[in-house]
């Protein structure tokens, strides 16, 4: 979403219109799930995508006749052959479109956006709010940003915060849309060698929120990393004292020295995370095992280390590392969804 937001902000300048285009709800076979979203100007598709393919030509050429009006849509689409209200698709299941437009004029958008971002920078839970109309038409486009109580943040007012507060899921509440804005995922990969910075550079095209960390003034430099959202010169030891880790966050480690990789591992299993890789042959692994059960860390937390880091894809070069440790991520990434209901 801090692309979408991004491009809202940007167009707001440029007194360019827009049209959002949202998955509402899906079920059964579609190529992409609810929440995902798209953003269409005078010259087709912006940013985002909601599958590709007919589905998403089709809802192009449809946002593009929406651009400068202030109508939402809600559209039912059947993805099966022979569908009347299809496009001949062999998916199988259904979807429902929301289309709303952003008006370059609109302030109540530039200042959602403004504050998505905001919020998206500092990791704060908040939910984006878009008017709608089962079936059909609204009289109007509007469009709040709420914080995790239900409070306004930007955008309309107004609007019955006691019916969002709490809210986990996407939900039409009041002929509302409400939808939690996605904070990417963080990845802390702790060394800054070869296959460090190509592990930050795979991860962040593929949507996680890289931070490098490295106890080598050389090596924490945001300029041999430009992909990296923070750059952390720390002590592996002590990273408690410049870092702080939660259950959401994903830890990889990769450092030059095994000494400070059973440091780190240490450390980052005696709280509970996300994910925990750490990279490194048999033997080094098997003794890591042996240290960490002597440091008094469970067994179950041991185990559920990926140790070798990876999928098994026969990986040699630092760049091919990187790939099997980003295919691991998004695979663990897209569990925790699924778990959540949150859009891929």
């Known amino acids: 979403m801090r692309t979408i937001a991004e491009h809202i902000a940007r167009a707001s300048r440029e007194a360019r219109d827009l049209v959002l285009v949202t998955i509402m709800e899906s079920k059964g076979s579609t190529p992409r799930h609810a929440g995902s979203q798209m953003l269409v100007d005078e010259k087709g598709l912006v940013c985002g995508t909601i599958g590709g393919g007919a589905v998403e030509?089709?809802?192009?050429?449809?946002?593009?006749?929406?651009?400068?009006?202030n109508l939402s849509l809600v559209e039912n689409m059947e993805l099966k052959f022979a569908s009347k209200k299809g496009l001949d698709m062999a998916c199988g299941g259904d979807?429902?479109?929301?289309?709303?437009?952003?008006n370059a004029s609109d302030t109540h958008w530039r200042d959602a956006a403004r504050e998505m971002l905001r919020c998206i920078d500092q990791r704060i839970p908040s939910?984006?709010?878009?008017?709608?109309?089962?079936?059909?038409?609204?009289?109007?486009?509007?469009?709040?940003?709420?914080?995790?109580?239900?409070?306004?943040?930007?955008?309309?007012?107004?609007?019955?915060?006691?019916?969002?507060?709490g809210l986990e899921h996407r939900?039409?509440?009041?002929?509302?849309?409400?939808?939690?804005?996605?904070?990417?995922?963080?990845?802390i990969v702790f060394g800054g060698g070869h296959v460090g910075r190509a592990t930050v550079s795979a991860l962040s095209r593929v949507g996680f929120c890289c931070t490098l960390f490295d106890c080598r003034p050389e090596f924490a430099q945001h300029s041999r990393v430009p992909e990296a959202h923070d750059v952390i010169l720390g002590d592996y030891d002590n990273i408690a004292a410049s870092l702080t880790l939660d259950k959401h966050d994903f830890v990889i480690i990769?450092?030059?020295?095994?000494?400070?990789?059973?440091?780190?591992?240490?450390?980052v299993l005696r709280r509970p995370l996300a994910y925990v890789g750490l990279m490194g042959s048999r033997r080094k692994i098997a003794t890591g095992r042996e240290l960490m059960l002597n440091a008094g860390i469970p067994q179950e937390a041991i185990d559920a280390v990926h140790m070798p880091i990876g999928l098994d894809i026969a990986a040699e070069t630092p760049e091919e590392i990187a790939?099997?440790?980003?295919?691991?991520?998004?695979?663990?990434?897209?569990?925790?969804?699924r778990g959540t209901g949150e859009s891929q």
């Not at 089709?58 to 009006?69: E, Y």
């Not at 239900?150 to 019955?160: D, K, V, Y």
């Not at 990769?254 to 450390?267: F, G, N, P």
């Open 57 to 69: 030509a089709h809802a192009i050429k449809k946002a593009h006749g929406m651009l400068g009006g």
């Open 323 to 337: 790939v099997s440790v980003a295919a691991e991520c998004i695979m663990r990434r897209a569990e925790m969804r």
């Open 254 to 267: 990769m450092t030059h020295t095994h000494r400070s990789d059973y440091a780190l591992l240490e450390q």
């Open 171 to 187: 939900a039409v509440i009041d002929g509302r849309f409400v939808m939690p804005v996605s904070l990417p995922t963080r990845a």
């Open 127 to 165: 939910y984006l709010v878009v008017k709608c109309s089962e079936g059909g038409q609204s009289n109007e486009s509007t469009v709040a940003l709420l914080d995790a109580n239900g409070a306004p943040l930007a955008g309309e007012h107004g609007m019955q915060a006691s019916l969002i507060a």
């Open 95 to 102: 979807a429902t479109l929301l289309y709303t437009p952003v």
